[in-house]
Antibody, heavy 121, light 110 residues
């Protein structure tokens, strides 16, 4: 059974960096058949895919156009987890952030518990 | 404004069959697999359908998916009160090089 456990602060000041971590159990961040994704949800934006990291002989990253200049997703093979960093946040980045495992046929089959993040001073 | 469009709401009575549509374009639904998710308040989405019409184990066969051209549909037959939830479609978009979600449909069981 795959489990994804999220951790990180729920409050971030404007212009600072949002940092979240997703610890994986039951699978490996270096798996050649899965992708590791960050998705957020807010009343104004709905569900929004932010990006992913995955290994297919080498490391790949894909990021949503809307956040491409501000986002970094990194795997940590030693701890079997992956992280999200979103720079220069504004109140518009206030949302519930989820990590999720993606499979080859496109579905997200396991999700973290969600982390509500508020951007406010 | 979502790249992929869903009706904001749908409703039905117990036992009825309800269909939720998802309209996209050639760069997303028209050329990639569609998945559907069910989400209850305060919880993470759960996959109901993947690869357009496949159900993960444990999902009742009352839920079915289909795709034609640039549109997809989720059908729920034998509607139950516990089906009252939000439903989202998703697909990879080749132009955006990312996953796009529909805006979601809130299903009410009358």
């Amino acid at each position: 059974q795959v489990q994804l456990q999220q951790s990180g602060p729920g409050l971030v000041e404007p212009s600072q960096t949002l940092s979240l971590t997703c610890a994986i159990s039951g699978d490996s961040v270096s798996s050649n058949s899965a992708t590791w994704n960050w998705i957020r949800q807010s009343p104004s934006r709905g569900l929004e895919w932010l990006g992913r990291t995955y290994y297919r002989s080498r490391l790949y990253n894909d990021y949503a156009v809307s956040v491409k200049s501000r986002i970094t997703i990194n795997p940590d093979t030693s701890k079997n987890q992956f992280s999200l960093q979103l720079n220069s946040v504004t109140p518009d980045d206030t949302a519930v952030y989820y990590c999720a495992r993606g499979l080859r046929l496109g579905q997200f089959d396991y999700w973290g518990q969600g982390t509500p993040v508020t951007v406010s001073s | 404004q979502s790249v992929v469009t869903q009706p904001p709401s749908a409703s039905g009575t117990p036992g009825q069959r309800v269909t939720i549509s998802c309209s996209g374009s050639t760069s997303n639904i028209g050329s990639n697999y569609v998945s559907w998710y069910q989400q209850f308040p305060g919880t993470a989405p759960k996959v109901l359908i993947y690869r357009n019409d496949q159900r993960p184990s444990g999902v009742p066969d009352r839920f079915s998916g289909s795709k034609s051209g640039t549109s997809a549909s989720l059908a729920i037959s034998g509607l139950r009160s516990e089906d009252e939830s939000d439903y989202y479609c998703a697909a990879w978009d080749d132009s955006l090089s990312g996953v796009v979600f529909g805006g979601g449909t809130k299903l009410t069981v009358l």
